[in-house]
């Protein structure tokens, strides 16, 4: 994977962690969004240990078959398993710790899921949605590049990026599909 997609996950996990301040009534809000906002890109192929990296690649990815595409690129199940979204996905998981968030992606088909899910059950805010939703779609374009990225990594022309956010019961509070 080429270290742009992570710079640009990462610019879009600064974004996606500004709605922890619209989501959850009384949570830590600000706390998540200032660890993301300080969170250097260029730390993310040094901040990892290996033991970690084998650890993270077990429980972070929903167990499924992989078919590596045609044309020798990854399919988008084995993008989630490369060091590089490993790494990106402890460093995020690293600084939202605190915050009782966990951090991971799930393929089904041709959808990849960029999940945040409270560790413990929270009260949702009334508006929360509807800022979500007005936030996502302001900042489309920062989504749409992460998608396209993956688009080049995978060869998949079909890829849709989903950003979901989850309360600990799984339910879901919040998501958009770019």
Do not use: H
């Amino acid at each position: 994977m080429k270290k742009k997609i992570v710079n640009v996950l990462l610019s879009a996990a600064v974004i996606t962690t500004m709605m922890f301040s619209v989501t959850a009534c009384g949570s830590k809000a600000d706390e998540v969004q200032n660890t993301a906002a300080d969170a250097p890109a260029s730390t993310v192929q040094d901040t990892v240990p290996e033991s970690t990296v084998a650890e993270t690649e077990e429980s972070t990815v929903a167990p499924e078959e992989t078919d590596t595409v045609s044309d020798g690129q990854m399919s988008l199940e084995e993008w989630t398993k490369s060091d590089e979204c490993i790494q990106f996905l402890d460093m995020m998981n690293e600084g939202m710790e605190e915050q009782g968030v966990k951090v991971f992606f799930e393929v089904d088909g041709d959808v990849i899921s960029l999940v945040y899910q409270y560790t413990e059950q929270i009260e949702v805010a009334d508006d929360a949605e509807e800022a979500m939703s007005e936030l996502f779609t302001s900042n489309a374009t920062l989504f749409e590049s992460v998608r396209d990225e993956l688009i080049d990594e995978t060869g998949n022309e079909n890829t849709v990026l989903k950003i979901a956010y989850r309360n600990a019961d799984d339910s879901e509070i919040f998501s958009m599909d770019f």
